[in-house]
């Protein structure tokens, strides 16, 4: 048997692709690609002439065997359209099948639209949840972020531009106005990073196109309150640092889940 790749390839910035990739591109016998027109546009970019094939939702069942038939004398590398493939993405059944097979499967790590999201969201890191796509239908995707309402850990959600707004507004019912961050088009030319709550960035975001990732703050801990002055206590803290009023409120929205609107109210009436 021989080996099965899982190669990451840019998210959007054509320099996003590690040398490792590009060696390992160059050097198998076949790419199973889930856009052929994407991945000739970066194997023709780095003089790469590896034969490619077709792997994608519509016809995994049938390549699935056959690829798998392939590497019993051939080494093959699957990449997605973009980023890394299998995450919300074909190749899962591939790679379970190779797994099966006793097949060796070797990651090639690199650029992933949910990390990239992620660390630059300014929310919290330590624990976070993938959600990939939410439901296309209303009452399914509510029905689905109530299950995950109490989770504590930080929210990552792919959403396409034509059901952002739909979206965005069922978070905000089941979810509540929660801080989170929008990214948008990450890596190419109109890239754009929102930051804010829910009812924020609905109010933001009223042409949509391109790409989205959300990055959505857990649920805090019923049992937690906020002691009466903490806003105000805070917002002296950080003035006496230095602080500038935008920083200073976009700060403690994020830190206590509240609308920057409320901690702007605060800081005008400090003394």
Known sequence: MHTLYLVATPIGNMEDVTLRALRVLGEVDLIAAE???????????????????SYFEGNKEVKTPQIIKRLEFQD???????????????????????IDRGIRVVPVPGASAITTALV??????????FLG????????????????????????VFEAPHRLRKSLHDILAILGDRPL????????VFEEIFRGT?????????????????????????????????VEDRL?????????????????AREIGIRRAEVYETWIHLD
Do not use: W
Request: aromatic share 6%; hydrophobic share 35%.
């Open 35 to 53: 856009d052929t027109r994407t991945t000739q546009k970066l194997l023709r970019a780095h003089n790469i002439s590896t034969k490619v094939t």
């Open 76 to 98: 093959v590398a699957i990449v997605s359209e973009a980023g890394m493939p299998a995450l919300s993405d074909p190749g899962y059944e591939l790679i379970a099948a190779a």
């Open 120 to 129: 630059v969201s300014g929310l919290p890191t330590d624990q976070f949840l």
């Open 133 to 156: 796509f939410l439901p296309r239908k209303a009452h399914h995707r509510r029905n689905f972020l109530g299950k995950i309402q109490s989770s504590p850990h930080t929210l990552v």
């Open 181 to 188: 961050a929008v990214g948008r088009e990450m890596t190419k």
């Open 198 to 230: 829910v009812s924020e960035s609905i109010e933001y975001f009223q042409v949509c196109r391109g790409e989205f990732t959300l990055i959505i703050s857990g649920a805090q801990p019923e049992t937690e309150t906020r002691p009466p002055n903490l």
């Open 236 to 252: 002296l803290e950080l003035r006496a640092d230095g602080i500038s009023p935008t920083k200073a409120v976009t700060q403690i």
